[in-house]
């Protein structure tokens, strides 16, 4: 007979870094009888001294049952934090929601353990849910879709935080009679809708058509608007900044040089800021307006 395997003192959990495989390391954790200091994603993390390293394969199934525990445990709003915090980039993340899982899963526990902003065990995952969303937030202001050849619509992004899950329905709801992507190239991930549902791929590389043939022009068009808008004696470059964090704008065409609204031509001079009228002598064809 072959003796159990003891449960490791000092160990960490590496996992893919996705929820579900966040959840099928909680789950592990409590077959194993384990108490992990750590549970980090991906293979580089540095484990401490003496530390012993268990990788952990995703299992959606048992992903599946934790979401059920603790949904029964803390209500919907507890898991809707889990789900939120597991997509931060933070190092501790993994960590955080392990935590808050023992903690909301013991017997004196109960669907009021969310709202224990005080508690250790709580707090930072509260606190990184606020993060994510913020940053989904972000996103939801700062995504410039542009039109390519067969009346696709597509979306760049390099968010802190792997937002594009918590994005896919509020803009599947909103445009939903063309099939776009979102790709977020930090975390390699494309969100795609195809007109009547919505999925996740990782992808290192994204191969796309051509723009379409007056997007170029949309998109001085709409610099053109931005500038003219604009009010001279207001310009406050540190609020825009402030409210318009420059880490968004390589993917804004308002803010792209290419677009020189002083003159009608389309270059690489730096922009001026003045009061240039729109000049749109053609609309955009049905298959490009939104």
């Known amino acids: ?22 959840l099928t390391a909680v789950f592990q954790a409590y077959a194993n009888h384990e108490d992990p200091e750590d549970i980090a994603q991906g293979a580089a993390f540095q484990p401490r001294l003496d530390q012993s390293v268990r990788t952990i394969e995703t299992d959606a199934a048992l992903a599946e049952r934790v979401k059920r525990g603790l949904v029964r445990a803390t209500g919907k709003a507890g898991f809707n934090a889990v789900l939120h915090a597991s997509l931060s980039d933070d190092a501790q993340a993994g960590s955080v929601v392990y935590r808050f899982i023992r903690y909301a899963m013991r017997s004196n526990a109960n669907r009021a353990a969310i709202s224990e902003i005080a508690h250790p065990a709580v707090a930072p995952l509260i606190a990184l849910d606020r993060s994510v969303m913020n940053e989904r937030h972000l996103m939801q202001q700062f995504l410039r879709f542009e039109c390519l050849k067969g009346n696709i619509w597509f979306a760049r992004c390099s968010p802190k935080a792997s937002v594009v899950p918590l994005l896919m329905d509020w803009f599947s709801a909103r445009f939903n009679d063309a099939p776009f992507m979102i790709y977020d190239e930090a975390h390699r991930i494309a969100g795609i809708y195809d007109g009547s549902g919505w999925q996740l791929v990782q992808t290192d590389i994204v191969n796309l058509p051509e723009k379409a043939g007056d997007e170029e022009m949309m998109q001085q068009a709409w610099k053109r608007f931005y500038d003219a ?6 310009y406050h470059p540190e609020l825009r900044r402030h409210f318009m964090p420059k880490r968004f704008w390589e993917n804004l065409p308002e803010m792209d040089e290419r677009y020189d609204t002083s003159t009608d031509d389309y270059s690489l001079n730096t922009p001026s800021r003045s009061k240039a009228g729109m000049k749109l002598s053609s609309a955009a064809p049905p298959s490009c307006q939104k």
């Open 229 to 234: 808008v604009s009010i001279d004696a207001r």
């Open 1 to 22: 007979m072959i003796a159990a395997e003891e449960p490791l003192a000092h160990v960490a959990y590496v996992y893919d870094g996705t929820p579900e495989g966040l």
